[in-house]
């Protein structure tokens, strides 16, 4: 019995949300070997390699789909911009994270994006409930969550960054509540 590709999928206007493939190794660690993206991140370290890019693609197949979600993002015409994902950060806490290579920056396709994985959150995987939190230094990344519907917590935490060698970082809180 041969086992069936179910990771999901999401279309929306201009892009498409699937799970990363072995073929997306190259555009990924193209696209993340840049401080300025790898910066912004909890988990992208820098500089970032293609071996990097192969471990991440290797462990999202090995991911829980009922508790993680990753999903590259796909430009129809311009191949993958960039990553989503949905991690449980505590149990039944998803928190939601990505980022976008910097040639794509400034065209809304992370407000896309991350609404589209919503829409998805809330309807396929059933979540009425997605946390988020942007570094304090990344204003791009709050507007993006603001226009996707998060709303501030209030709550500030340090987060380590590892593109700045593992630095904390001032994390604002965000919820989205469906």
Known sequence: MCALDVRPAVATERLLLRGPTAADVAPIAELANDLGVAGMT???PYPYGQDDAEAFVGSVARMNPRTEA???V???Q???VGVLGFHERAPGRSELGYWFGRP???RGY???AVTGALRWAKGDWRR???WAGHFADNRASSQVLCKAGFLYT???EPRPCAGRNGQAVPTRMMVWLA
């Open 42 to 44: 909890s988990r992208l």
């Open 70 to 72: 990753v999903f590259a």
């Open 74 to 76: 796909e430009h129809r």
């Open 78 to 80: 311009f191949g993958v």
């Open 104 to 106: 794509f920056w400034g």
């Open 110 to 112: 992370a407000t896309e």
């Open 128 to 130: 009425n409930v997605v």
């Open 154 to 156: 209030g709550d500030v």
